[in-house]
């Protein structure tokens, strides 16, 4: 967690950049509020190019719904055998910008893999 | 809080299924568009009347991301100790009343349950 990071909107379509020197960084596919198929895409490439077989997904707020659409559609139109291993939910906190109480935000993560 | 007794929400926009009597059923609450708040009373109501522990919420589409709000607002507010036992994410198909395409919808049931 070094880099200027706010989930929703540092939406990485294609690659990984490969800022982050983790390797299981990499996978890691921040879901925002472009239409599904562009994380879908992205989590194809991560399949197709990555040394490992799993894919993270991770959401916040409204974008929760559309991270559960990209894991389906992976798993019903692109990679059939792929499995959901890991699904969990939380809560973080945010605080606005401009000052004003914190609120809290739900997020999700859905780990996919494909043997 | 004593006759609400069936979790008063269970508004499926598109297909309104008929009223299940099975003693599980009990324990279902459907999320839709409200706002949250409604649902987190119907999962404290489930946990507080209920001869388990455990309550189920369903969603599907936009609400999905409801229904991780309301389980976390369970959670952190009202019943600290409870936990998220089981998470599913799934497909539905829905065929529109007046014909058309079926479409796929994305579902998510998440289990909580207090000890």
């Given at each position: 967690m070094s880099d200027t990071e706010t989930p929703e909107t540092s939406e990485t379509p294609e690659t990984p950049k490969a800022k982050t020197p983790e390797k299981k960084d990499q996978n890691v596919i921040y879901v925002g509020n472009k239409p599904p198929m562009?994380?879908?895409m992205a989590v194809i490439t991560g399949f197709n190019m990555g040394d490992t077989?799993?894919?993270t997904l991770k959401a916040r707020g409204r974008a929760i719904s559309t991270a559960v659409d990209v894991a389906e559609i992976v798993r019903n139109r692109f990679f059939k055998e792929a499995e959901t291993t890991n699904i969990t939910?939380?809560?973080e906190q945010i605080t606005p910008r401009e000052g004003g109480n914190p609120r809290n935000v739900s997020t999700m993560e859905i780990t996919l893999r494909k043997d």
């Amino acid at each position: 967690m070094s880099d200027t990071e706010t989930p929703e909107t540092s939406e990485t379509p294609e690659t990984p950049k490969a800022k982050t020197p983790e390797k299981k960084d990499q996978n890691v596919i921040y879901v925002g509020n472009k239409p599904p198929m562009s994380y879908v895409m992205a989590v194809i490439t991560g399949f197709n190019m990555g040394d490992t077989n799993e894919v993270t997904l991770k959401a916040r707020g409204r974008a929760i719904s559309t991270a559960v659409d990209v894991a389906e559609i992976v798993r019903n139109r692109f990679f059939k055998e792929a499995e959901t291993t890991n699904i969990t939910i939380g809560t973080e906190q945010i605080t606005p910008r401009e000052g004003g109480n914190p609120r809290n935000v739900s997020t999700m993560e859905i780990t996919l893999r494909k043997d």
